[in-house]
């Protein structure tokens, strides 16, 4: 109905037709998501090698909503139903994320400020002054010789979605933050990289290093050096 009433509002815009073709077309930009699935008691993820696995190999509890290990089930008319996963966490990549930020004029620029346009007067007015990012500099010099590599900051918290307390579910997204932006837009809302989506009856607690595996990998790679296109040189 939404995309209906914006295709009669704005008729010389090219509306897609259906959510496929939302979904579709947001893929395309970079601004997907996989969905990795997980076990209910935050054991693993079936993930990478693990990925096939029809029940957590800690507690044991099976891969999906049914005891059967087929992918496809049969109800009682015959037609054919997909099995559920317990449980679904919602990454979102973060490379692909990072490399459009260099493809806007705006922003590709913005992501050099803390060296470029930054006042060093030993006052301390963002984290490129800080003792931390000093002495990580002179550890890595060659990280820091080039200015547009990422300096990122992770922040998680969790919340009831339905704001009623006494339900016993939660979401707990994981952000990044890339502090190489100026003070005043690194911190705004729009400049936070959302990470991943992890839903559960509880908070994953000391358990959300089963779930930062897939981040990690990408950061890995990332350190290793990922090339991409700066639209200012």
Known sequence: MLLE????????????????????????LGLGYDKIHSCPNDCMLYWGDQKNQQSCHVCGKSHWMNSNTEDVNTDEGGAQLRKKPVKVLQYFPLIPRLQRLFMSSK??????????????????????????????????????????NVRLGLAADGFNPFKIMSTSYSTWPVVFVPY???????????????????????????????????????????????ETYDVLK
């Open 5 to 28: 009433f914006l295709r009669e509002m704005f008729p010389f815009a090219k509306i897609p037709q259906s959510c496929q073709d939302m979904k579709r077309l947001i893929k395309d």
């Open 107 to 148: 922003t590709a620029e913005s992501m050099t400020w803390h060296n470029d346009q930054r006042t060093d007067d030993g006052l301390l007015r963002h984290p490129a002054d800080s003792l931390a990012w000093k002495s990580f500099d002179s550890k890595f010099p060659s990280f820091a010789s080039d200015p547009r």
């Open 180 to 226: 190489n932006l100026p003070p005043w837009i690194c911190m705004k809302q729009s400049s936070f990289i959302l990470s991943m989506i992890i839903p559960g009856e509880k908070g994953p607690g000391n358990d959300i290093d089963i779930y930062l595996q897939p981040p990690i990998e990408e950061l890995k790679q990332l350190w290793s050096g990922v």
